[in-house]
């Protein structure tokens, strides 16, 4: 499901701004494709050399090439995601398509017994709205997070898909689309395009008169 909501082709440039053990990682870099590939921030020190140590040093066998592949493609960073989208301000060009974040959850995911013992190690820093608005202006297609119910009441999406039989839902913001228009902004819009029509029409008229 995470790649349908992701909604990436390949050949796509993501940006996932949770590390983490890679696990996400990995299988969104299979299916970017040779073409593709995707930066992984971490903010843990800690979690970071452990997650670029396996990436780099994973054993593996002839059959799982592809696997082996997708792993390259993925270039860990250690920093915080806020400081990392302030940099990709300072740039003229949008470098990403997706920007993708799975926040550590409060409330432990059980099943998620890889990052069980590291949990000490983790950021806990709470995603904002305010972040997730910067995100969604710095990537072409939209900005996914990782949604467990109750975790996240205080952020406001376009959509959420998931959940039906599980905790786990994806929030979604989508970049240039009505939905993100304030009702202000789009009186703005309309005024500015009929200010660009009238002036428009009187240029012709004077033309034909």
Known sequence: MLIDVLGIEPGDKVLD?????????VTISFSLGA???ITALESSPVIYAITDYGLKHWNWQ???KAMRQAMERITPICCKYETYLQE??????LEYDVIYFDPMFERPVMESSGIAPL????DYAPLTQDILELAST??????????????LKQLQFDRIEGGKYSSL???ILFVF?????????????????????????????????
């Open 177 to 209: 689309t009505p939905y993100r228009l304030t009702f202000g902004k789009f009186i703005l819009m309309v005024l500015g395009l009929a200010g660009l029509l009238t002036g428009a029409v009187w240029g012709l008229l004077k033309l034909l008169a």
């Open 35 to 37: 073409e593709g590939n």
């Open 119 to 122: 949990r000490k190690a983790a």
């Open 17 to 25: 701004c949770t590390m983490g053990m890679a696990s996400d990682a």
């Open 138 to 151: 710095l990537c072409r297609k939209r900005v996914v997070v990782k949604h467990r119910d109750g975790t």
């Open 88 to 93: 990709l301000c300072k740039k003229d060009e």
């Open 169 to 171: 839902s994806y929030g």
């Open 62 to 64: 002839q059959e799982s």
